[in-house]
């Protein structure tokens, strides 16, 4: 099996900056691309950020400019380094990935348990 854990969530003022971690662990013989989401209250989950395996990376218009998604392949970890943050960014952010467990095995995907962001005016 496979887990992903997001840790870094916390409560910071408006203009503020927080870096959040995402490390998969487990059975794995490849990470795709790996994938931060965001769900605030009240709203559907969407998508913020995702970086390839290569380092390529896309942004959601609302982050673009202030978030910046990074990786570490040897240590099966994505990072999320959130500048400038608005109180509109307070969300539960989600870390996601695609997930190959063996050569011959299908792409997986796997979610963590999310992590909490509060930014306050």
């Known amino acids: 099996q496979v887990q992903l854990e997001e840790s870094g969530g916390g409560m910071v003022q408006a203009g503020g900056s927080l870096r959040l971690s995402c490390a998969a662990s487990?059975?794995?013989?490849?990470?795709?691309?790996m994938r931060w989401y965001r769900q605030a209250p009240g709203k559907q989950r969407e998508w913020v950020a995702t970086i390839a395996s290569d380092g390529s990376a896309n942004y959601a218009d609302s982050v673009k400019g202030r978030f910046s998604i990074s990786r570490d392949n040897a240590r099966n970890t994505a990072y999320l380094q959130m500048n400038s943050l608005k109180p509109e960014d307070t969300a539960v952010y989600y870390c996601n990935a695609g997930v190959q467990q063996a050569k011959w095995r299908s792409w997986d995907p796997y979610w963590g348990q999310g992590t909490q962001v509060t930014v306050s005016s």
């Open positions: 487990g059975t794995i013989f490849s990470i795709g691309d």
